[in-house]
């Protein structure tokens, strides 16, 4: 089996977190005193935390909506609402259809190096991996929103990474991107990348095909044909 390098994105494709993270970034916001009027029209998803802190402080009309500084102090204390809300039963995060079964699949040295590519700051990626009961152990490889804001750098991170396994950064075909949003299926374009969309967030098939998928499924219980596509 030829290796390659298979990032999931998080939230809508191995996991819903049921607006933990919206509740939770929303408060911290306004915890701070800064403008609620607004915030209600920024999308989330497709997106990385920092760039979404970015978009609710211009939303919100606060000056200089990009200071590093802010935005890291929002994120800080976004991580620990984030942990409050998790821990809620009701509001604990659910594993999407057939995730556990195909992520078993990646077990073995044969087998693809199972990866994350995710907009969620790591620790907060860690926190929803952990209330759905996903070892986040299990992914050698990781690139974050607390990496780069900008989705589209997060894969050239995360090959630069693998090539402590790999021997070499990989490229092209050999890495593979499954998402659930239109950002997930471009991403990668600049290294070449195969992506896979999975309609179990709040896009289409058919808006993800329009992106540039290389294969969509409904989700991702359809172990074998997903397997096939991973490793063709």
């Known amino acids: 089996m030829k290796r390659r390098l298979v990032l999931f994105d998080i939230d809508g494709t191995l996991l819903a977190s049921r607006g933990a993270g919206r509740r939770a ?15 209600d029209t920024v999308r989330f998803d497709g997106k990385t935390d920092p760039q979404i802190v970015v978009e609710l402080f211009e939303a919100a009309g606060v000056p200089d909506p990009d200071d590093p500084e802010r935005v890291s102090l929002v994120l800080n204390q976004y991580v620990a609402a984030l942990e409050r809300e998790l821990a809620l039963p009701a509001r604990a995060a659910r594993v999407m259809p057939g995730v556990r079964e195909l992520l078993g699949r990646f077990d073995g040295q044969d087998r693809p190096v199972l990866g994350l590519l995710t907009g969620n700051v790591q620790v907060g990626a860690t926190l929803k991996l952990r209330s759905a009961n996903l070892d986040s152990d299990m992914f050698r490889v990781g690139a974050f929103g607390s990496d780069h804001r900008d989705r589209s750098e997060l894969p050239a991170i995360a090959s630069q990474r693998a090539a402590s396994i790999f021997g070499y950064a990989p490229v092209g075909e050999d890495v593979v991107i499954i998402g659930d949003t239109p950002a997930d299926m471009t991403c990668g374009i600049a290294l070449g990348a195969r992506a896979i969309g999975v309609g179990t967030g709040a896009y289409s098939l058919e808006e993800l095909e329009a992106a540039g998928a290389w294969a969509v499924f409904s989700d991702l219980s359809e172990l074998d044909r997903v397997w096939e596509c991973i490793c063709h």
Request: avoid cysteine.
């Open 25 to 39: 970034i929303l408060a911290t916001i306004t915890q701070f005193g800064y403008p609620a009027g607004g915030l």
